[in-house]
């Protein structure tokens, strides 16, 4: 659900100030036994109705209306609204709420929130709960220090009450409330707390005072990932479970005409085959059995409005409408006038491929579905979302609608797919009613499926001044749009869908004549936001561009930037630390090469360099990626720095090697023996520096991506004088 940051221009990462949906404070404080529940969602009461309190107190436990939970056992429990799909989510918003709390990080713990965007929602997407887009941290961070402030606030009265002695004398470290010598836990005090008013504007700590936040505290979710307790989809064993795999059509977005199943029905195994909109599925005792039968089934397939040309003829086709003129989305100065009289011209075509996702852990969904609820089993990236769209496929409210959201192993942005795998899976339950049904993706499911990021085509053109300056830009992005023709074609802007021009028509480089103009194309093929979206391939493009252009003007692409980013200071601050670190001045020998790149996405600033060696046959090696990253307060620094150190694989392995490819309209591609990946060896050393800021945290899930592919572009560049144009590189150059 990337496009609602992106695309709704929520550049500055703000939240929603929608009466509705704003950033204000929801606290609610019950008793459950004698425990404390606390929540603050974006609603536009501070106190909690009396319906709601007996609501939330039925059967004398807690229910997941809150953000913080504190059991008289002296565990405090965060609700997290947000999917951990890797990213640490679990561990930064349990931190947000430890560090105001003044718990002991030992003592907290985590879990996901149910499906209920009334209390949950993402603050920058309004009245929907997802993940997506690095929103995660950025949106939550006020709201979730505010539910750990009031916590501690009600807890120090409790105490003073309790103790006859004046709040401000109280104090609260590491989890224990104290005055002189006596102490209480939060447990002890939690039934008494639960009784006070809720602080309506609890007072944050001063950011000198933080003792959690900034810090390399462990992860919440390291054990039980290393020690194989960590629950993902495949783990669900309920009672009664049925494994269900589907055949699906040749080629994308093909319908099932007919089918014989009585194979596959007599197969061992075997309780069902049930065809869905998408396909035929075979439902079985377990997964083998599933898959055998699979492949026993006879079916026909109607493929007359699926693609059918190849790879070579889209990017013929893209590749002539590049070269035409195209809707017009940013014109700033009379760029064709200055290219027209420019001495120095610089133009070149950048070709990228359909990219798949391939999360680590292939997508799936446990559904059980009776005439009253619909329950779901998954790593739920879009909450709001599948709550609706299983509502509707169902007949249910969308309260009836529950989602238990697990771990994911890795996204990518593939689990945020409107009328996708959870609707199979839905689709499938329904004819087995009253039993839950697992429905698995193998890898080549999971990759003939694909809704990739669309392949494209860009034209550049640009001039230079006898002085060296950047005087014209001329751009044309042709690509296949991903919200056109999707449920979210509404939160297009404009006439051009937005991710066929971020980081291009707001690129910060002081142009003086600017011209942005882009070209949606059809294509029979499934598109969707990929790990920073549009992104990921115009740092590529804008920045080997700009160091074309450096060359042209004979200067240094480093002080190239530098001369025209003097009004963005955080952009320069992550160029000037990675350029630094890197130790940019110092000279390669022969055959190595350095290049960098600089690119702004979800809100924060990222700066790459990289350094190859390149052999006399063209084969290369990356020796090593310095990475800046600017963005904001750095919550938990180890979890910023491995987001960066896996952005940077992730981008250099798409780089290298990845690449879907059509022949006659049918994805080639089935697995990672022909989906290449990279490999360990082939993996640089990585080093990220953080930029020192205060301002507030801003996203780290997707901004390492985009400078990579740049940087690497740049470094080869300088080691052969040749520019790259076209992704993948290769094994050579």
């Not at 190849?310 to 013929?316: A, I, K, Q, R, V």
Request: aromatic share 6%; hydrophobic share 40%.
């Amino acid at each position: 659900m990337n496009f609602l940051q992106h695309h709704l221009q929520a550049r500055d990462l703000q939240p929603s100030t929608d009466q509705g949906v704003s950033r204000r404070l929801f606290l609610k404080s019950v008793t459950a036994g004698s425990g404390l529940v606390l929540g603050c969602g974006a609603l536009s009461s501070l106190t909690l109705s009396a319906s709601a309190a007996e609501a939330a107190t039925a059967g004398n436990e807690l229910v997941f209306n809150a953000f913080l939970k504190i059991t008289p056992d002296n565990r405090v429990t965060v609700v997290v609204k947000h999917l951990d799909m890797g990213q640490g989510v679990s561990t930064g918003l349990t931190t947000l709420v430890a560090e105001e709390l003044d718990a002991n990080w030992e003592q907290m713990d985590w879990e996901s929130a149910p499906a209920d965007a009334s209390r949950y929602n993402n603050l920058f997407w309004g009245p929907a709960q997802g993940t997506g887009g690095s929103t995660a941290i950025a949106n939550s961070w006020e709201q979730m220090r505010k539910a750990g402030a009031a916590a501690r606030a009600m807890l120090v009265t409790a105490a003073a009450q309790q103790w006859e002695v004046p709040e401000k004398e109280i104090k609260v470290k590491d989890g224990i409330i104290s005055h002189g010598k006596k102490t209480a836990t939060f447990g002890e005090l939690a039934g008494k707390a639960a009784a006070l008013p809720v602080p309506q504007s609890p007072a944050l700590k001063d950011p000198k005072d933080f003792r959690l936040i900034g810090k390399n505290i462990p992860r919440k979710d390291s054990q039980e990932k290393t020690n194989g307790t960590a629950i993902y989809t495949q783990d669900i064993q309920l009672p009664g479970m049925l494994t269900a795999v589907v055949l699906y059509p040749p080629k994308l977005l093909g319908k099932l005409k007919k089918v014989d199943a009585s194979k596959a029905k007599a197969a061992p195994g075997v309780v069902d085959v049930v065809e869905i909109p998408r396909g035929v599925a075979v439902v079985a005792e377990g997964f083998w059995p599933a898959q055998k039968a699979r492949q026993l089934l006879q079916a026909e397939w109607d493929l007359s409005a699926c693609e059918t040309r190849s790879s070579d003829e889209l990017f013929t086709q893209f590749t002539d409408t590049a070269r035409k003129p195209g809707t017009s989305v940013k014109a700033e100065g009379d760029a064709a006038a200055a290219l027209a009289q420019a001495d120095k011209v610089i133009e070149t075509e950048y070709h990228l491929p359909y990219l798949a996702h391939t999360p680590i852990e292939p997508l799936n969904c446990v559904v059980k579905v009776d005439k009253t609820a619909c329950e779901l089993w998954y790593a739920c990236q879009m909450q709001t979302n599948d709550q609706h769209e299983v509502a509707k496929a169902t007949g249910l409210k969308p309260e009836q609608v529950r989602i238990h959201t697990l771990y994911a192993g890795g996204s990518f942005g593939r689990r945020a797919s409107p009328n996708d795998y959870v609707m199979d899976a839905v689709a499938i339950a329904r004819q087995v009613p009253g039993r839950p049904v697992k429905m698995v993706w193998t890898r080549e499911d999971d990759i003939h499926n694909g809704k990739f990021r669309p392949m494209a085509v860009h034209r550049v053109r640009g001039a230079v001044s006898p002085e060296g300056k950047l005087v014209a830009w001329d751009h044309h992005a042709v690509a296949q749009p991903i919200l056109r023709g999707s449920p979210f074609e509404a939160f297009i802007q404009g006439p051009i869908d937005g991710t066929l021009i971020e980081g291009i028509a707001d690129m910060p480089y002081a142009i003086p004549n600017l011209s942005v103009q882009a070209t949606e194309m059809k294509a029979g093929i499934s598109t969707l936001w990929w790990r920073s979206v549009g992104h990921s391939g115009h740092a590529f493009i804008v920045e080997g561009f700009i160091d074309q252009l450096a060359k042209a003007a004979g200067k240094d692409p480093l002080v190239f930037r530098r001369e025209m980013l003097t009004d963005h200071p955080r952009f320069l601050g992550a160029l000037n630390l990675a350029a630094q670190q890197a130790g940019w001045d110092k000279p390669l020998p022969k055959g190595r090469g350095r290049g960098i790149a600089v690119h702004k996405a979800m809100g924060s600033w990222c700066a790459q360099v990289a350094e190859v060696t390149v052999a006399d046959d063209g084969r290369f090696t990356v020796d090593r990626v310095v990475c800046a990253i600017d963005c904001g307060i750095a919550v938990n620094p180890d979890v910023i720095r491995a987001q960066m150190e896996g952005s940077i694989g992730f981008g250099l392995s798409a780089a290298l090697a990845e690449e879907i490819t059509l022949d006659k309209g049918k994805v080639v591609q089935s697995n990672f023996h022909n989906y290449t990946l990279m490999r360990i060896p082939q993996m640089p050393k990585v080093e990220v520096h953080i930029v020192p800021s205060a301002e507030p945290p801003s996203g780290v899930g997707e901004p390492g991506v985009p400078p990579v592919a740049g940087a690497l572009a740049n470094a080869l560049f300088a080691a052969t004088g040749k520019p790259v144009t076209r992704l993948p590189i290769g094994e050579r150059v």
